[in-house]
């Protein structure tokens, strides 16, 4: 999990702006081919994300499972292929998700920006 406060590592940049005994709010921001919401391998607990910008992103699974997950805001669209199959839906760029570890990259061709409220 990343610390409290601002700072830049691998291109992202990530900025707490909460953090009590009930949520942790974090405002990520990064830049194409680099680390998302962590450094390398990370966890997060429950948490609903906020999309601020259109996105694309591979995410490797604790089993090493790869997935490509696109958000699309003009057409509100969020896209996620994995083992071959795709999953589609409408959303205005927020999605619930539960606790995992992961590791994250930006493989889109644009600056990512979002914010990510993990519950305590």
């Not at 259109?54 to 696109?70: G, L, N, Q, R, W």
């Not at 003009?74 to 205005?92: I, P, R």
Request: aromatic fraction near 6%.
């Amino acid at each position: 999990m990343l610390c409290l406060g601002s700072f830049a590592t691998h291109a992202q940049t990530s900025k707490v702006l909460l953090d009590n005994d009930k949520v942790k709010i974090t405002e990520y921001i990064s830049k194409p081919g680099q680390d998302v919401c962590g450094t390398g391998n990370h966890t997060h607990g429950n948490h609903a994300t906020i999309l601020l910008t259109d996105a694309k992103v591979k995410t490797i699974e604790s089993d090493k499972t790869v997935v490509i997950e696109t958000y699309q805001a003009d057409k509100h669209l969020y896209t996620a292929v994995k083992n071959g199959k795709t999953e589609k839906m409408t959303t205005d760029g927020t999605f619930w998700a539960k606790g995992a570890t992961h590791s994250v990259t930006n493989v889109g061709d644009k600056i990512l920006r979002f914010y990510i409220i993990e519950t305590k």
